[in-house]
């Protein structure tokens, strides 16, 4: 499509697609009486204005039945997972019985290092990324002292090309290769959380298996923001929180992927409890641990009945919205802003913005993130005070994510904007 740097053309995208409406399903903060531009969907999503309600009917089933709720009322808590099991697979490409929702994500990346990570012999290396966000590598730290083990000895980490911000797949595949002798497995994530790369699960995935290594996921910055297909991409696990793209709440219970070849594996090592325990026997409350012979067989706790209405709530308004309809706006909406973002830059008599996100569609998703060569702090604070809610990594990172469900192409438009006068007067 050929882009126009202009509100008439900006609104028209809006008044054209067909989730239009479904800004109207979200609360969206105001200051001063005006909405925020809100591009922080990649660190915490709006909430939906459903989410209360959800959350009020758990009360109130809990008011009328005590601990029957359970099993009594119009949703029995018993099956309520499977409400969420649903959505979530269209989105992650899987079968529904391959995820189960529990717990947070760095909790879950623990849990499923004790099902993945397999020391044999020479075997106990782990690939991933250099600067993986610090909880994934808190979690390698601690998770391998229990070990006994060092992560610096143990963690092979693969950096971006020389002098560039990528990490390129063949050098990612370069150094499954160069070190298969000795890998336990490949953790990577899908999408950074620092640049908004982009990495290509599938290929790693299929070098990995190639060379007898199992390969897992963080896909937090990924689940509901890019399209994967997990199940077929043949992935052995991966685990993402559920409050970033998908809107389910702060500290929303998170969703992990486990594929369905490992469900009666048993020999597989897990921590188990009893919320993990075959349905049909649980509470006969029997000695000896025996598996839901699902993903959910990795489950431990009584759930949190009032986090999963606040996931259902904001996974209700994905399966209204239609999964490919936001994947096609969310390819239009960052187009547009990449558009928008090179017409800002190239109106300026020098350069004061540098992408470190990748460029190729395929490459990246909501999220871009903007290298701010001068005075980065004060043009920050000047998008904030104008009402335009990025984030900030230090050294000197902006990043946003303008999302389908609640964000407009006008406010794309409109952040542009704001930004070329920020930097023309910050000069
Ligand atoms: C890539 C990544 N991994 C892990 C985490 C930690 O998630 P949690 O606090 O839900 O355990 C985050 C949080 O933003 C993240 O972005």
New binding site residues.
Partial sequence: MQFENSLVFAKQLDEKNPLKDFRNAFIIPSVNGKEQIYFLGNSLGLQPKKTKDEINKILEQWASYGVEGFFMGSDPWLDYHDRLRKPLSEIVGALPHEITVMN????NLHLMMVSFYELKGKRNKILCEAKA?P??QYMFETHLRHYGLNSDEILIEVKPGEGENKIYTEDILAAIEKNQDELALVLF?GIN?YNGQVFDIKTITEAAHDAGIKAGF?L??AAGNIPLQLHDWDVDFACW?SYKYLNSGPGAI?GVFIHERFHYDKNINRFAGWWGYDKTTRFKMEKGFKPIPTAEGWQLSTPSLLLYASHKAALDVFEEAGWNNILEKQKLLTDYLWFMLDDVNQSLAEKLIEFITPRKAEERGCQVSLLMLQKGREVFDALSKAGVMVDWREPNVIRLAPVPLYNQFEEVWQFANILRQILKAEK
């Fill in positions: 947070q994500l760095t909790v966000f909880s994934d994530s959380y963080d937090a910055h929180c998170a």
